[in-house]
Each structure stands twice: as structure tokens, then as C-alpha cells.
């Protein structure tokens, strides 16, 4: 057993530690068992740092059962379980606050539409019971050293958006906030996250079964919004990270935020001082993260319901976005709110080639090969009035004339083209792999091309003598 689990399990339990403590026992015995262990020999950087405040706290006294004054502030009370005992902060929203752009009014309609990420093959539940989770963890990996010492959910109850945040004094609380999530989460139909599909519900189920509850089971339908804010946003923004996505599209300053990277350093803070006043800005750092998890859900759902272009989702302003969202819309199941976008993607006075070529290989795969054209012969265009130009859509089109209308003149000059564009975007000294074999393959249509043209040229000669 790893030393890191082995002091998790010795403070599992506050009377025993406190036994122990009054014992003098528990300094050298936590002392010892750091580097000891097959498992231990793996832990590095942010869980030695962890084991190290774990460290700390065992030989500090702590009174589970009142709060000093130094909490007032962060507006905490204790909560009691046949468990233990944990932290819990509580804030109200009436349904008419806004954050950002959004009312959290609109989630109460929003919400309807987001079972649009319901698998096709689940059943249909007939209503949605929306979970925002969001954690701040000792670390970013998720394996058994970081630990969730705070969870924050929020969720709708009547006319109230609720912020529940809970947090652990110390490891030894771990146990009864998780059997608090136990019975609550199960109440829920959909958890939504920022990332959640990869760190925070591993994270959070793994802290499950390490304190014993094994049987627990709770399997809602979750959506992770980061994967739509990529699909949508990603060449668009410079990142699509929860805190630039807020600021460029949803209308959400920060002001004075405490960065999530530090939550960490300032929590093992907290576990060597016992001063819980740095911890306020944690708090109000994952308030906000809930709220605009919340505000980012509301625009999601405003895109499924068909709302875009009206007053609270604006039409994308550039054709990458419009694009975007038409093709996320599409991949949803909402085929009807895409087309408008595609058109005014098609129309946009300010294309960019890789998006008119995108939208062109959906026109072909549906056989719109009309619109299809019309793309990349903007996309040609664009291309021979930039400094660096790519020619994805000279192959498209020569490959369309080619066997489509049976122009071959004018599919070998776009091939021609393409070879020239090539040749200057792949120099000599960068033929390897895949770029050689473009060119390879460019040289042999070029080289098919002239061939059918020499022999019809050839075939209508010998027409003519006869």
C-alpha cells in the first residue's frame, strides 16, 4: 500500500487520529512510511506534496464539531452524517439574476433541448434534471493521489438556482461528503461538465470506490460542453478554455479571480496553517465556474432549440463559426437549423478557403454538388490571391471535371496548379512521408490526364482523315 493511501486510511477516522495524537504515536509513524512501498516509489510532484500536507495535518488538532470565527466570512456551516463530518457553502440565485448575457431563467427552457445529447438507443426519460459538477482537486491527474477537496454542484430547485460547494478540512472528511454524494447525485438525470468526461467524473468516481462504495451506481446522461465549445469555437478562439469562452461569447468578466491552477497550493496552505481565509477565493473562483457552466448550457440549448439569430444567441459574425455550428447542429440531429447556416457560410463576404472546402465536402457526401462547385471555385479563387495558398480545393475540382462533366482540360490546369502549389509549399528538403506522396500522386493525375486528352485528340484525328 502506498504511503500516500496508508495516511489516508490511518485519518479516515477523527476519534482514532485523535487517540493516536494524544498517544504521541502518529508523528513517526507518519513519518515512516512516505518512501516506503512498491506503489509509493511512484508517486511524484503533486502527490508528494499532497502526502506532505496529509503530513501536517495529522499531528494539527482539530475540532470537527464547531467552527472557529475565521470561517464567518467564507459563509461555511457543518454538515453531520453518520460519516462524519464536512463543510458546506450555499448560494441562492433568484431565476432573474444574469451572468453574463444570460438569465439563468433561460435555463429552465434551454434545458429541454439539451436531451439532444441523449444516445438515440437510451430511453426516453421525459423530463431533464440537470447537475452542474465542477472540482478543485490537489492535482491534475486522475489517479488515486489527487483529491477532489472541493465539489461544487448547482442545480434548479422551483424559482432558485442553488450553488452547493462542499469542502473537506482534511482528508478524514473525504468519507462523508462522498456518502453525501451518494444519495444526492442519484436524484439527477444529467450531469454537465467542462471537461468532465475526462478529469472531473474519473476523478470523482475513483474517490467512490477508494472510500468503499462500491455498489454505488448512478449513470445520468452527461454532457461535457467542452466538446461543443471545440466543435463550434475552436478556430475561432485563440483558446477554448471555460474562462475565455465565458469572456468572447457569453459576455462573463472576471474580476479579482483567483486562477484554478493555484486552488491547489492553496489548499495545502490551508492544511499547514489552518488559516481558512485565503480559501474565500477558491470558493467564489468554482461559484463562478458554476454559474457559467450554467450560462454555457443555456447557449447550447438555445442553438438546439433553434434560437440563433435572435436576440440572446447572435448569428456568428464569421464564417468559420457559422460553418461550425452548422455542422455541430447537424451532427446533433438538427439538419433543419444547419442549412441556413451553411447558406450564409456559402454567401460570406469574408470566406476563409479551409471553411468554403469543408463545406463543400459535406455538399458532396449529401450530392449537393451544385453548391459543391460554386465552393471551391471560391476556394481557387481565394487562393491565387494569397501570399501562402493551399490547394485542396484545385484537386477537388479537377476530380469533379475530370469524371463528373468530362472537362479535362480544365481539370488538368487545376491540376497543374495544384502541382505548382505544391511544389512551393513542399520544398526538396521536406519530401518525406505523406508530402512526398502528394506530389507523387499529383504527377500521376497530371500524367492520367494528359494521356486521355492525347488520346482523344488522337482518336478525332484519325475521325477527321477518314
Known amino acids: 500500500m502506498s504511503g500516500l493511501r496508508d495516511r489516508l486510511l490511518r485519518l479516515k ?15 513517526h509513524a507518519e513519518s515512516s512510511v512516505i518512501a516506503e ?3 509509493g516509489a511512484l508517486m511524484h510532484g503533486e502527490e508528494q506534496a499532497h502526502a506532505a500536507a496529509v503530513g501536517a495535518v495529522s499531528d494539527a488538532a482539530v475540532d470537527d464539531d464547531t467552527l472557529s470565527s475565521e470561517w464567518d466570512e467564507l459563509g461555511v456551516r457543518i454538515v453531520q452524517s453518520t460519516e462524519g463530518a464536512f463543510l458546506v457553502r450555499e448560494s441562492r440565485y433568484p431565476l432573474s439574476h444574469k451572468h453574463g448575457i444570460h438569465e439563468l431563467t433561460e435555463l429552465s427552457e434551454a434545458q429541454n433541448h439539451l436531451d439532444a445529447f441523449r444516445k438515440p438507443d437510451s430511453a426516453e426519460l421525459g423530463y431533464t434534471n440537470l447537475l452542474f459538477l465542477d472540482l478543485e482537486t490537489t492535482g491534475l491527474g486522475v489517479g488515486a493521489g489527487n483529491v477532489p477537496f ?25 468519507r462523508a461528503m ?26 470523482l468516481y475513483n474517490r467512490f470506490i477508494l472510500n468503499g462504495f462500491r455498489t454505488f451506481k448512478w449513470e445520468p446522461i452527461h454532457i461535457d460542453l467542452l466538446h461543443p465549445s471545440r466543435s463550434v469555437w475552436r478556430n475561432t478562439l485563440v483558446s477554448c478554455r471555460l474562462s475565455h469562452v465565458e469572456e468572447e461569447r457569453l459576455g ?5 479571480d483567483v486562477p484554478g491552477s493555484l486552488a491547489p497550493a492553496i489548499y495545502f496552505q490551508y492544511l499547514a496553517d489552518r488559516k481558512p481565509e485565503p480559501l474565500l477565493g477558491v470558493f467564489q473562483h468554482n461559484e463562478i465556474d458554476m454559474l457559467s457552466l450554467a450560462a454555457l448550457a443555456i447557449r447550447f440549448g ?12 447572435p448569428m456568428p459574425e464569421e464564417a468559420e463559426e457559422l460553418l461550425r455550428t452548422g455542422l455541430w447542429l447537424e451532427k446533433m440531429g438538427k439538419s433543419d437549423l444547419a442549412e441556413p447556416l451553411y447558406a450564409a457560410a456559402a454567401e460570406h463576404p469574408r470566406p476563409t478557403p479551409k471553411g468554403l472546402c469543408l463545406l463543400a465536402e459535406r455538399d458532396k457526401k449529401c450530392g449537393n454538388w451544385q453548391r459543391a462547385v460554386v465552393l471551391w471555385q471560391k476556394a481557387v479563387d481565394e487562393a491565387a490571391q494569397a501570399a501562402w495558398p493551399d490547394y485542396e ?10 469524371h463528373k462533366t468530362k472537362q479535362l482540360d480544365e481539370a488538368l490546369d487545376l491540376a497543374e496548379t495544384a502541382f505548382s502549389i505544391a511544389q512551393r509549399r513542399l520544398p526538396g528538403s521536406r519530401l518525406k512521408g505523406n508530402r512526398r506522396t502528394e506530389l507523387d500522386l499529383l504527377r500521376k493525375r497530371i500524367d492520367r490526364l494528359r494521356l486521355k486528352i492525347n488520346k482523344i485528340s488522337e482518336a478525332s484525328r484519325r475521325s477527321g482523315h477518314s
Do not use: K
Open 13 to 27: 477516522n477523527a476519534q482514532v487520529a485523535q487517540e493516536e495524537r494524544q498517544a504521541g504515536m502518529v508523528a
Open 37 to 39: 512501498g512498491e506503489e
Open 150 to 174: 472541493m465539489v461544487g454542484l448547482a442545480y434548479l430547485q422551483d424559482d432558485v438556482f442553488i450553488v452547493e460547494q462542499m469542502l473537506i478540512r482534511h482528508p478524514a472528511e473525504e
Open 178 to 203: 462522498i456518502g453525501y454524494l451518494c444519495n444526492l447525485l442519484p436524484s439527477f438525470t444529467h450531469l454537465v461538465t467542462y471537461n468532465g468526461r475526462t478529469f472531473d467524473w474519473p476523478v
Open 252 to 256: 462573463i468578466t472576471r474580476l479579482d
Open 302 to 313: 438555445h442553438l438546439l432549440g433553434g434560437r440563433i439569430g435572435t436576440g440572446t444567441v
Open 393 to 402: 480545393a484545385h484537386i477537388e475540382l479537377a476530380m469533379y471535371y475530370e
